[in-house]
């Protein structure tokens, strides 16, 4: 255990002398300031890191994760990286990214009590409800699964765009564009679901705010 952790900290030795090597100033112009075009909202799990599937560097994306890479308006959390991230770094793009195989879907779709995680599992199974005619028809437990994690996703998408936080930068014209990804852990490429919201218009007009 000792020697794993502290393989830890030799790693970020040996990373902090590669970049150097690269760019003597690399941390100089990182430390200055971030301007990321993107917000990136995932799943906790820790095989799915945005910088490396997207093959991009510190600095370019702003991240939120939590379990299943849910928009929950109650969490003031994840509102306050939207908030963040809309309002002071002015991002053009929001990615909600789920992947298949995810484990809060699957704990979702069972009957089981887990504890305290019940209660946010409880938001998927929401998202099940809303599509249990599709979902139920698929008689295979891994495409059914599979599925949902594609619904959920688009799911959360709706929900950022339901947010004063999204409406209001519409209103001031910020261009900002929100999207549902799904990455695949058995190949590593990412699927885009087309789910691609530009302004109030492509809401439902009962969650259009004046």
Same mark, same amino acid.
């Not at 690269?22 to 941390?27: I, R």
């Not at 995810?102 to 704990?107: D, E």
């Not at 089981?112 to 437990?141: C, M, P, S």
């Given at each position: 255990?000792?020697?794993?952790?502290?393989?830890?900290?030799?790693?970020?030795?040996?990373?902090?002398?590669?970049?150097?090597?690269?760019?003597?100033?690399?941390?100089?112009? *990182?430390?200055?300031?971030?301007?990321?075009?993107? =917000?990136?909202?995932?799943?906790?799990?820790?095989?799915?890191?945005?910088?490396?599937?997207?093959?991009?560097?510190?600095?370019?994306?702003?991240?939120?994760?939590?379990?299943?890479?849910?928009?929950?308006?109650?969490?003031?959390?994840?509102?306050?990286?939207?908030?963040?991230?809309?309002?002071?770094?002015?991002?053009?793009?929001?990615?909600?990214?789920?992947?298949?195989?995810?484990?809060?879907?699957?704990?979702?779709?069972?009957?089981?009590?887990?504890?305290?995680?019940?209660?946010?599992?409880? %938001?998927?199974?929401?998202?099940?409800? *809303?599509?249990?005619?599709?979902?139920?028809?698929?008689?295979?437990?891994? &495409?059914?699964?599979?599925?949902? !994690?594609? =619904?959920? !996703?688009?799911?959360?998408?709706?929900? &950022?765009?339901?947010?004063?936080?999204?409406?209001?930068?519409?209103?001031?014209?910020?261009?900002? %564009? &929100? %999207?549902?990804?799904?990455?695949?852990?058995?190949?590593? &490429?990412?699927?885009?679901?087309?789910?691609?919201?530009?302004?109030?218009?492509?809401?439902?007009?009962?969650?259009?705010?004046?």
């Amino acid at each position: 255990m000792e020697k794993s952790y502290n393989q830890l900290l030799e790693n970020n030795r040996k990373w902090v002398a590669d970049q150097l090597s690269l760019d003597p100033t690399y941390f100089q112009k *990182l430390a200055n300031s971030q301007h990321p075009e993107y =917000l990136w909202i995932g799943c906790s799990d820790s095989r799915v890191p945005a910088n490396q599937i997207t093959g991009t560097l510190p600095g370019d994306i702003f991240v939120h994760r939590n379990i299943a890479n849910m928009v929950i308006h109650s969490d003031m959390n994840m509102l306050s990286v939207l908030s963040y991230a809309v309002e002071v770094l002015k991002v053009k793009h929001i990615i909600v990214c789920g992947h298949y195989g995810c484990g809060g879907v699957l704990a979702a779709m069972e009957n089981k009590q887990f504890g305290l995680i019940d209660n946010w599992l409880r %938001h998927i199974k929401d998202v099940y409800r *809303l599509h249990f005619k599709e979902l139920d028809a698929l008689k295979d437990t891994k &495409l059914r699964a599979d599925r949902l !994690v594609e =619904l959920n !996703v688009i799911e959360q998408v709706q929900d &950022l765009g339901k947010t004063s936080i999204v409406q209001n930068a519409w209103k001031r014209e910020q261009p900002l %564009h &929100l %999207h549902g990804w799904v990455y695949d852990v058995k190949d590593g &490429l990412i699927k885009d679901l087309g789910v691609n919201f530009k302004g109030t218009n492509d809401l439902h007009s009962v969650f259009h705010l004046d």
